[in-house]
């Protein structure tokens, strides 16, 4: 077989990267806790108990602390009487609203730079590689504390600020895969046979590099959550009332020791999300990576 069949061969099909995601068990656990996270998100509106903004008088005890788990409130209500399990669901559409627009923004931005640079190089590979240095330099936790810091905290202002600080990874990658597949000879052929650049980066270079875009968004959901939750923790995130996991925790954080749920159980439903996006990020790793297909 020629070089440039081998190199031009098509992508493993969907159906076949989902039948053996589900016959691995970690990916299959993540998969569930994903779709449980996705249902209640988006049927939050019939899930929910009560209205996530209702502060219940039977909420408090007599002396104004929140309740503990029970029968009518199977979380416990928050420090004002609200109810916790409505407002982890309603939460829960925020966590995924700002993982997936704010990655996914992030792994544009960052696949574009990273391709631009990589096979156009020269000054153009020097400007955008030392932009993304430059970001690179700088603690991701510490910029996005400055970038929310200087705007109005909101959804879409979080996920921007957090989309400015998590593109730099993936440009990185694309940008070494892409001068990678920019030097092999079938696309060195295409270049000789008078192909254009936009032939060569969508015919031949976007489909080879979209298995590690594809892993790296799902890896990056995972990162995202995880980030917006710690913003909103320290006060510059998604801004109460509105429900976010990490707020949540933020507006709670008094009652740690007298009522330890209103910040284990937001807590524990961030770490089972990130824990899922990751287990599923690394079995597509696994099962995309063009390494281990070519050793069946």
Not at 88 to 114: D, E, F, K, R
Not at 221 to 241: K, N
Not at 282 to 289: Q, S, V, W, Y
Request: glycine content about 8%; hydrophobic content about 55%.
């Amino acid at each position: 077989m020629s070089q440039t069949a081998v190199e031009t061969e098509a992508p493993v099909s969907t159906p076949s990267v989902l039948a053996r995601l589900l016959r691995r068990p970690l990916a299959l656990t993540g998969l569930v806790i994903i779709a449980v996270v996705v249902v209640a998100a988006v049927f939050a509106r019939w899930l929910a108990p009560y209205d996530p903004y209702e502060q219940f008088f039977e909420g408090l005890t007599l002396e104004g602390a929140p309740l503990p788990p029970n029968a009518q409130f199977w979380f416990g209500t928050d420090l004002v009487g609200r109810d916790l399990l409505s407002r982890l669901i309603y939460g829960a559409q925020t966590s995924l609203i700002i993982g997936v627009v704010a990655n996914g923004i992030a792994v544009i931005i960052g696949s574009l730079v990273g391709i631009t640079a990589g096979y156009f190089r020269g000054w153009v590979d020097t400007v955008l590689m030392r932009l993304t240095d430059l970001m690179m330099a700088f603690p991701a936790l510490l910029l996005a504390i400055v970038l929310a810091a200087t705007f109005r905290p909101s959804l879409w202002i979080v996920a921007l600020v957090i989309a400015m600080v998590n593109w730099v990874q993936i440009a990185r990658v694309t940008y070494t895969e892409t001068r990678s597949i920019a030097e092999r000879d079938f696309v060195v052929a295409e270049r000789a046979m008078g192909a254009g650049a936009g032939r060569i980066l969508f015919r031949h270079i976007l489909p080879h590099l979209l298995s590690t875009i594809i892993v790296w968004a799902t890896l990056g959901i995972a990162t995202t959550v995880l980030l917006e939750a710690t913003l909103s923790f320290l006060g510059i995130g998604v801004q109460p009332p509105t429900p976010s996991w990490g707020n949540i925790i933020f507006e709670n954080q008094t009652y740690f020791t007298s009522a330890p749920w209103l910040v284990f159980i937001p807590g524990a439903a961030i770490l089972a999300l990130a824990l899922a996006f990751n287990l599923v990020g690394d079995a597509l790793r696994d099962i995309l990576d063009p390494t281990q297909q070519g050793r069946h």
